[in-house]
């Protein structure tokens, strides 16, 4: 990047010495005049952005249409280095409802230089992070006006179709190096109004990530907004607003920290077996497991999590177990996009997809999207989705093997299964309990649940972490959960 620096001062002298601006110029043009002129926006280095704000849980909420779980976001500090692309955001994240690791606010600071991106833990030590994280990064930099125009005027830049639709103009912009974005100007102020770009997710394919932009203020004779919106479709990600603007201020160091920096391909998923009682395995992975259980005609799995690659581990291992029988249903735990990744490869593979009745909606939908930016297993081989919804205690059961679907509703997810093996009186759970943990936000009342259930456990059979004996499970519950301090 830093070899092109010098190249927009020489576009914004050919720009403003053409007699006629081309309609992509003449929006470019206007753009910059709109936030403070031409010369001004090309001499900004940096952008300090300090504000505060508030996160929702995309994929991660009780249900898949709540959007009621927020974080409270403080001490937020953006710096975009606008010439050359690179970013870092810190900030402080207070979680309102029952979170995972606890009620704690959580320090995050995370950035992305070229093509790598970074975070930075609270004792400081940096990791690399995938290259699809990456890849949001770059686009999030260009999402603000004073960066996209910026970048729409470098004459590396690809700019095409200027067009108006309703109060707004738009143009397709792409970089030198393929970031592309849509930006978007209001057709009377010319301010920027939004940027728009598309992305690839996981669970949900091409998605549209968003930022809107609206109450501009001065800062250092620019104009710049002080509050923007973050969405990823139709789903508002984050609000924030910003209190302090610095424009090309003392920014800090932006170079991605040495030990980020080499590059670490991900290693490639394992899965370590377990046998735990006849018919019954554990597929371990780093941080996401399943089970595999042999009926008397056919194996079901549990668990289909992370993505793609994980999933499609799981589901070859699995048949390797057992080639005699067809593997043929997946039993989805919960909603969760971290459990539910691997939702599309299990349809690819044929399998029918057993779930709680309340994620039936997302999961067809799911199945429907298209993934053309990063085309997963389904994009390549399309198949129509089988899904059944299960929405009170259902036994799955034959001479071989029993084993018994209940939905559970608690603070971590309200359209949950676990499985019940009642003869080898082991119980499947994803998240509620992770043994050993060091605090347990839902075993608590998850355990009173199991108790009125009068279920019958040996051992627990956790998605995460390891297999643990019921007692430790009750033990572990029954600890004090730490509260807010604040
Ligand atoms: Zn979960």
């Not at 079901?300 to 067809?326: F, G, S």
């Not at 067809?364 to 899904?387: C, F, G, W, Y």
């Not at 390891?466 to 004090?480: D, H, N, R, T």
């Amino acid at each position: 990047m830093r070899h092109i620096r010098f190249l927009p001062l020489l576009a914004a002298v050919v720009f403003s010495a053409c007699a006629q601006a081309s309609p992509d110029q003449q929006f470019v043009n206007d753009a910059a005049a709109a936030i403070g002129g031409a010369e001004r926006v090309f001499a900004v280095r940096t952008l300090v952005l300090e504000g505060e704000g508030t996160q929702y849980n995309l994929g991660q909420d009780v249900t898949p249409e709540a959007r009621g779980q927020t974080f409270t976001v403080a001490d937020m500090t953006q710096v975009i280095d606008v010439p050359d692309r690179r970013m870092r955001v810190e900030m402080t994240r207070r979680p309102n409802f029952t979170y995972f690791q606890g009620p704690q606010p959580q320090r995050l600071v995370n950035g992305i230089d070229g093509a790598v991106g970074y975070n930075v833990a609270p004792g400081g030590a940096a990791t690399r992070v995938p290259d699809a994280v990456a890849t949001e990064r770059r686009i999030a930099v260009l999402h603000h006006p004073i960066a996209a125009v910026y970048a729409a005027r470098d004459a590396m830049s690809r700019r095409a179709n200027p067009r108006t639709e309703g109060n707004e103009s738009l143009l397709d912009v792409t970089t030198a190096d393929g970031v592309a974005f849509t930006l978007a100007i209001d057709a009377t102020t010319k301010l920027p109004t939004r940027v728009t770009s598309r992305a690839d997710n996981t669970n949900l394919g091409d998605v549209v990530m968003e930022t809107r932009f609206a109450d501009y203020q001065d800062a250092g004779g620019l104009q710049s907004p002080t509050r923007l919106t973050v969405s990823v479709d139709d789903f508002t990600t984050a609000e924030y607003r910003i209190a302090k603007q610095t424009i090309s201020g003392d920014a800090r160091d932006l170079a991605v920290p040495a030990d980020a920096a080499k590059a670490t391909p991900p290693p490639p998923p394992t899965v370590a077996v377990e046998e735990l009682a006849p018919g019954i395995w554990y597929l371990a992975g780093g941080s996401h497991h399943s089970v595999l259980v042999e009926f008397g005609d056919h194996l079901t799995l549990i668990e289909a999590p992370q993505n793609d690659a994980r999933a499609l581990a799981v589901i070859a291992r699995a048949r390797e177990i057992n080639p005699k029988k067809p593997l043929t249903e997946l039993v989805n735990s919960h909603h969760h996009f971290d459990h539910s990744g691997g939702i599309r490869a299990a349809i690819a593979e044929g399998l029918t997809i057993i779930t709680h009745q309340g994620n039936v909606a997302l999961f067809e939908n799911v199945a429907k999207r298209p993934h053309t930016i990063v085309p997963d297993a389904l994009q390549k081989s399309p198949k129509p989705a089988m899904i059944r919804g299960i929405g009170e205690d259902t036994t799955l059961s034959d001479s071989a093997m029993t084993v018994q679907l209940l939905p559970y509703s608690g603070p971590h997810s309200e359209t949950m299964l676990v499985a019940y093996f009642p003869r080898e009186r082991l119980l499947v759970e994803a998240d509620v309990y992770n043994p050993g943990g060091q605090v347990f936000m839902f075993a608590k009342p998850f355990l009173e649940w199991v108790q009125t259930r009068n279920l019958r456990i040996d051992r627990m059979v956790p998605l995460h972490a390891k297999v643990a004996p019921y007692a430790q499970f009750v033990k572990e519950a029954s600890l004090p959960v730490p509260t807010a301090t604040n």
